[in-house]
């Protein structure tokens, strides 16, 4: 709303109104705010949380430390969507389809997990929200980004073209003057670093273009719902999953910047997507808002995130790179995530596995999500007689080391696009 009334000023020649034109200058504002907002809010939300009494139920798996965190608030992810809605309300182009779809992606799934949460908290589910319901709403969320982003005009892309000189190395990187409708995507470690879903399917012949679309919006509508469940099952320790969420966060934005500035994009050799700077203005404020509810949720934590949290950033991770064409780099960049969803995947399957073929189930992890496996368990416990960890670990150094896990991975992504 801001951009509007200084751009309303700037054509008045009041002086400084120009600012709002940047791209650099309405992120650094979005961090800023979302920060604050996420600081300073933060302690009364949590006083409101703690008065209503709407506490973390914890069940009893035998971890050291773990019975503590009873009582502690939950439900604090609604302290993250407001940290990014005001910031984006106030510094984005509003009428930018790609802000719209990260608005709507927020709203819907910070929604989805506030109903969760309200049911373990209020209604004593422990259970909370039925796995059903949630993965019908993923889906909805998703069919609503892939057709929006199959429908609208304004969305857009400009492929990258090599130049070569005589003796075949690229010279240039060259653009067509208007933007097509395209449903390539950029993959990692390919050497011209584009795949099109249209050559998937190229098999159906005249058909294939539509046909592209359509394997397009069953790839965002998988990826919603992975990434969103995949933040969900990291948020298991303190700091570990809004931690994780603000370094992928900072990658996406980088992404999105030199996807949507050409200079950049023709220097890297990626396609140029215009309109997506405004989603830098987006990343800002996500990860002054998980930045900024560390401060309470860095270990020991004051309030847990709860599906409302958790949800939502995955999903807003998931649509982000979508947005941009860069969902293909999510394995890598969003390693943390998939690690712990495939130890869930791998722990359950041998364990129906064995079951049935010895009567026994036998487990591959001490405890799953992957994190649980390093945590020092309590004297006497079942854990303690199944296959442990070399050495315990404490809480709060798992979570560090995850975090540089992730910032590694974040390195790797950004180089796949030089890697080729």
């Not at 919603?224 to 570990?240: E, I």
């Not at 995955?314 to 999510?330: D, T």
Request: hydrophobic share 50%.
């Amino acid at each position: 709303m801001l951009y509007y009334l200084f751009d309303y000023l700037d054509s008045l020649d009041f002086p400084g109104a120009g600012m709002f034109q940047y791209v650099s200058f309405r992120s650094a504002m979005a961090l800023i705010f979302s920060l604050l907002i996420a600081t300073i809010i933060g302690g009364k939300i949590i006083k409101k949380l703690q008065m209503l009494q709407i506490g973390e139920v914890v069940r009893d798996l035998g971890l050291e430390g773990q019975m503590s965190k009873k009582g502690t608030p939950t439900m604090g992810g609604v302290i993250i969507i407001i940290a990014i809605l005001v910031p984006v309300l106030l510094f984005c182009k509003l009428d930018n389809i790609y802000v719209i779809l990260m608005l709507i992606t927020t709203i819907w799934l910070g929604a989805l997990g506030f109903v969760d949460d309200y049911i373990k908290v209020f209604r004593k589910n422990k259970e909370g929200l039925r796995g059903k319901s949630k993965i019908v709403a993923q889906v909805g969320l998703g069919l609503i980004v892939g057709l929006t982003l199959f429908l609208s005009p304004d969305v857009i892309t400009k492929e990258n073209k090599e130049v070569l000189n005589e003796y075949g190395v690229i010279e240039s990187v060259e653009y067509e003057a208007e933007g097509v409708k395209s449903t390539q995507t950029t993959i990692p470690f390919m050497k011209n670093n584009n795949l099109d879903y249209e050559s998937l399917v190229s098999f159906m012949g005249e058909h294939s273009e539509k046909a592209a679309w359509v394997l397009f919006v069953f790839v965002v509508i998988f990826i919603v719902t992975a990434v969103s469940n995949g933040a969900n099952l990291t948020d298991g320790l303190d700091g570990l999953a809004a931690g994780s969420s603000a370094i992928i966060g900072v990658t996406l934005g980088i992404l999105a910047y030199v996807s949507g500035h050409i200079g950049f994009a023709s220097y890297l050799n990626i396609m140029f997507i215009p309109g997506s700077q405004e989603l830098v203005i987006y990343a800002a404020a996500f990860i002054g808002a998980t930045v900024g509810f560390l401060w309470y949720n860095a270990y020991p934590a004051q309030v847990f995130m709860g599906d409302t949290g958790s949800l939502t950033l995955g999903g807003i991770i998931g649509v982000f790179a979508v947005l941009i064409h860069k969902e293909l780099l999510l394995p890598i960049l969003c390693g943390v995530f998939l690690v712990e969803s495939l130890s869930v995947m791998m722990q359950v399957f041998y364990f129906k596995l064995t079951k049935k073929k010895y009567g026994e189930g036998k487990r591959i992890f001490k405890m799953t999500p992957l994190h649980h496996h390093f945590q020092k368990v309590g004297d006497g416990s079942i854990q303690a007689r199944i296959q442990k960890p070399f050495r315990a670990i404490p809480e709060s150094k798992i979570v560090v080391r995850f975090w540089l896990i992730g910032i590694i991975l974040a390195v790797i992504t950004l180089a796949t696009l030089k890697m080729r």
